[in-house]
């Protein structure tokens, strides 16, 4: 069974950082795409980043150059780097673990951590 479990989020100023973790168990991170999505409140939820079995990552415009998604095949953690924080990146922040090497198709996901920006 599948289990990703969200850790890392808080509350922060703009400007500042926070490094969010996706700790996966019954699964192998290293053999999937995985990605990180964000729900802000009222709203659907968006991608943020794909994040390839050959380590390269896709990021949504809006937070390119800011963010910065890794993989720790060891520990079997998917992470997300969030720096320069802004108030529109407040959301609950999902990770998602897609049942093949693309970034398509089934994905279990987590419970999410809540990310909170203020001016």
């Known amino acids: 069974q599948v289990q990703l479990v969200e850790s890392g989020g808080g509350s922060v100023q703009a400007g500042g950082s926070l490094r969010l973790s996706c700790a996966a168990s019954?699964?192998?991170?290293?053999?999937?795409?995985m990605a990180w999505f964000r729900q802000a409140p009222g709203k659907e939820r968006i991608w943020v980043a794909n994040?390839?079995?050959?380590?390269?990552?896709d990021y949504a415009d809006t937070v390119k150059g800011r963010f910065t998604g890794s993989r720790d095949n060891i520990k079997n953690t998917l992470y997300l780097q969030m720096n320069s924080l802004k108030p529109e990146d407040t959301g609950m922040y999902y990770c998602?673990?897609?049942?093949?090497?693309?970034?398509?198709?089934?994905?279990?996901w987590g419970q999410g951590t809540q990310v909170t920006v203020s001016l």
């Open positions: 998602a673990a897609y049942s093949g090497t693309v970034c398509d198709g089934y994905a279990e």
């Open positions: 019954g699964y192998t991170i290293g053999r999937y795409c």
């Open positions: 994040i390839w079995t050959d380590g390269s990552i």
